[in-house]
């Protein structure tokens, strides 16, 4: 077992934002605020909306109300607030005011500024545009956009006026954002024309008009223009004129808008704010409904109290705004006056260290990234890391997949410089938030999530629905929280199957976890990818942790296929490090690791050299889609994948026998 790599300095635990919490709520430390936390659940999330500083226009007079069961609890009763207030206009009375509080940065070289008031002044004059589109509460408007200030504009707009926003990764095929759009029934569709990866033009505005013949419901086609020039004008229409009759342009858009103020609009705590859908790639995507009190709540507890982020803090995530940690980043990051660093492009271009040329250009002091995101920088080594200057760092984050350990020791020492905590945070866009989350003062083991998220009353537990320790089993959470989804969009008995039905009044989360003798939490991948070998069930994570542990894998998938004796046999597919070259003799050697780490039953029925993996757009490696080409059978959409070209490198069956 890993001894702990990351023990706080004691300046760093004075200034930590969490000790106002320790003195609010008399605990001694992380632990007793935690285990305070989760037993005075009324207490604790009553009031750490003042603690915070929320504002309201009238508050609440009861913390939660759960008489109609838990899956259904209702939070800040009678309380009236706009998420859209407390990220922004309440900013503009301080000396934050004129602050920087947004960057956008593309692989193409530009690169834009805006301050508090600025962005302000934007997000009224769009919020009066969609008012004047005849957008009002509580109707949806969706985002088809790369990761840009418009799109950060656009969201804070909608939810200004009580509409509903809902953000779509721009990759995704046209189906696919014609799924959403006709599940939402969306009023207005932005989106780009288009957007660059590696120099490329990709485009964005045909999908969009694409899925749009298949949705009666969208009035509006906003359309931002990303890229400029004759090409621009060609794909957008003659000499750049509307296509459609819904069309219009961005800059078009605003300016048409009637003149004066748009005050964020008072609605109930509960009311939506946002509607997240699941990637899709495991059957039809989830709505999930989250709450303007809800939502903030939750998100500016983490970004505050786990990440301490402050105003002079300069936080960027490895993002897009169609995954949850997306709007996740910007509303934690606006709420706590920081300034928050956005980039639409690829990591390695126009050269292999864009990304971090990125952290050392922005000064950033929060950056967030995943395991397989890491992984695929460690393919190149070193030597780019080390000529970059990431003084200013101070706290590293991550989320999405487990870590194996030699990728976070690499991350901890080679990008943080041994002295910056990686806040590992492990929760899921059903609850906009985490139900691990360490805080800046635990101290930390390789690859550990600390604890329970603090308010958050989760588990491990056995198939028997008994608490374990030591061994892998279910994450539960056994109280609700203000985040978790206000069900599934115009799908309430899907949600109760999704989350709740396992256990009564238990929601479980669809996670393999672990708690070990030290009280460290780990994360041991998504219950449905776990493998059942001879009647043992292990996750993926282990087994691939075993594989990159040797030092001559960069990643790794392990899939289940059949198997007459075992049930299930265990098949690893790996891309190797530069430097080694796929031989009989390399699979035997990783396949003797694995069985000297998990044992003689986890022995790889085979090793599979591929160039590279499947993954999303946030770098989760797609092991479903892996199996299915391996074992010949559809893999379905692949509008979310990143890399579909990937799947080409993973051999069919019958050739891999060959």
């Known amino acids: 077992m890993s001894s702990f790599a990351y023990h706080p300095r004691a300046d760093w635990i004075e200034r930590a934002n969490v000790q106002r919490l320790l003195a609010r709520f008399e605990q001694a430390g992380p632990d007793e605020l935690r285990a305070f936390a989760a037993a005075h659940q009324e207490r604790f999330w009553g009031e750490l909306p003042e603690a915070m500083g929320v504002r309201w226009s009238r508050p609440f007079h009861t913390v939660r109300d759960a008489s109609e069961g838990k899956p259904w609890t209702r939070w800040y009763l009678g309380g009236r607030l706009n998420l859209v207030d407390n990220v922004l206009d309440r900013h503009l009375d301080s000396e934050l005011a004129d602050r920087v509080c947004l960057v956008g940065r593309t692989e193409r070289g530009d690169r834009r500024e805006l301050s ?21 509460a509580g109707d949806r408007v969706a985002s088809y956009m790369p990761m840009t200030v418009e799109v950060v504009v656009q969201m804070l707009a909608t939810m200004r006026i009580g509409a509903i926003f809902i953000p779509v990764f721009s990759g995704y095929a046209p189906a696919a954002l014609a799924e959403r759009l006709q599940s939402s029934t969306a009023k207005v569709l932005f989106a780009a024309d288009a957007t660059t990866r590696r120099g490329k033009r990709v485009e964005i505005l045909p999908a969009a008009r694409q899925a749009l013949a298949e949705c009666d419901s969208v009035e509006r086609l906003v359309v931002v223009r ?46 939506p704010a946002l ?22 709540v939750q998100i500016a507890k983490e970004v505050g109290y786990c990440f301490d982020m402050k105003p002079e803090d300069r936080f960027f995530w490895l993002t897009d705004i169609g995954w949850m940690m997306g709007p996740w980043t910007i509303l934690g990051g606006l709420f706590w006056g920081a300034t928050v660093v956005l980039y639409d492009g690829a990591l390695d271009h126009p050269r292999r260290d864009a990304l971090w040329r990125l952290v050392d250009e922005e000064r950033i002091t929060v950056f967030g990234i995943s395991p397989t995101a890491v992984r695929m920088q460690m393919k190149v080594g070193r030597e780019d890391v080390a000529r970059r200057d990431f003084s200013a760092l101070r706290i590293l984050g991550s989320t999405g997949e487990p870590w194996d350990e030699e990728s976070w020791r690499w991350t901890f020492e080679n990008v943080g410089g041994g002295r910056c905590p990686i806040i590992n945070i492990s929760g899921g866009t059903d ?36 608490p374990v320790r030591g061994e892998v089993g279910y994450l539960v959470c056994t109280e609700p929280a203000p985040s978790m989804t206000r069900g599934l969009w115009r799908d309430p008995e899907r949600y109760i199957a999704s989350y709740w039905s396992k256990w009564p009044e238990v929601w ?44 001559k894998v960069t990643e790794a998938a392990a899939v289940g296929v059949p198997h007459d004796v075992k049930g299930t046999g265990i098949v690893c597919f790996v891309v190797l490090k530069p430097g080694f070259e796929p031989s009989d003799d390399l699979a035997s050697e990783l396949s003797e690791a694995v069985v000297d780490r998990l044992g003689k039953v986890d022995r790889p029925e085979r090793i599979v050299f591929v160039g590279d993996l ?7 490696i797609l092991r479903r889609m892996v199996r299915a080409r391996y074992l010949g059978e559809p893999v379905g959409d692949l509008s979310s994948v990143q890399n ?15």
């Open 508 to 551: 479980n989360h669809g996670d393999w976890a672990r708690i070990d003798e030290d009280g460290q939490w780990f994360i041991q991948g998504r219950s449905d990818d776990t493998l059942k070998v001879a009647g043992r069930r292990i996750g993926p994570s282990e087994l691939e942790g075993a594989l990159t542990a040797t030092g």
């Open 644 to 658: 579909p070209e990937a799947l080409e490198t993973i051999p069919a069956l019958d050739a891999a026998d060959a």
């Open 431 to 466: 609850i906009i938030g985490c139900f691990l989350a360490p805080l800046p003062l635990d101290p930390l083991k390789p690859c550990s999530l600390g604890g329970p998220g603090l308010g958050m009353a989760v588990d491990v537990w056995s198939e028997e629905g008994e």
């Open 226 to 271: 990303e890229l400029q020039g004759d090409e621009d004008a060609a794909a957008t229409g003659d000499g750049g004129s509307a296509h459609t009759a819904l069309e219009v342009g961005w800059a078009e858009f605003l300016g048409g808008a009637p003149d004066g103020p748009v005050p964020p609009r008072s609605v109930a705590a509960m009311d």
């Open 275 to 296: 509607i997240l859908f699941t990637s899709g790639t495991t059957g039809r995507p989830k709505g999930t409904v989250h709450s303007h009190a809800g939502s903030l």
């Open 614 to 620: 499947p993954k999303t757009r946030s770098a989760k």
């Open 116 to 136: 508090f008031r600025e962005l302000h002044e934007l997000v009224e004059r769009c919020a009066a545009a969609l008012l004047d589109a005849g957008v009002g």
